[in-house]
């Protein structure tokens, strides 16, 4: 019944922009934490931005200042405003929640940053 929908994603070009959606059903406890997580071929799976209950954000060195995270407590969901993109954000982006002790993840979509 937990589903995390993912959507936005797709091709951009060097400088233009995409926004990540992250839309979280059926968790059964309040979530605490939603972020974004990112996953370039040949590397490690990095935090890419997060956001607390109360508003708390985190940012990756490499994204602070392009990116922007936020999120619907309404509507349980997330965003990524990514902007001026760069082609080493061409990776696998998947949404994160964590609610008490249970984290979700979504199934991951696809950002290709290129001319």
């Known amino acids: 019944q937990v589903q995390l929908v993912e959507s936005g994603g797709g091709l951009a070009q060097p400088g233009g922009s995409l926004r990540l959606s992250c839309a979280a059903s059926g968790i059964p406890f309040s979530i605490r934490v939603m972020g974004w997580y990112r996953q370039a071929g040949g590397k490690q799976r990095e935090l890419v931005a997060a956001i607390g209950s109360g508003g708390r954000t985190n940012y990756a060195d490499s994204v602070k200042g392009r990116f922007t995270i936020s999120r619907d407590n309404a509507k349980n969901t997330v965003y990524l405003q990514m902007n001026s993109l760069k082609p080493e954000d061409t990776a696998v982006y998947y949404c994160?929640?964590?609610?008490?002790?249970?984290?979700?993840w979504g199934q991951g979509t696809q950002v290709t940053v290129s001319s």
């Open positions: 994160y929640v964590n609610a008490g002790p249970q984290d979700y």
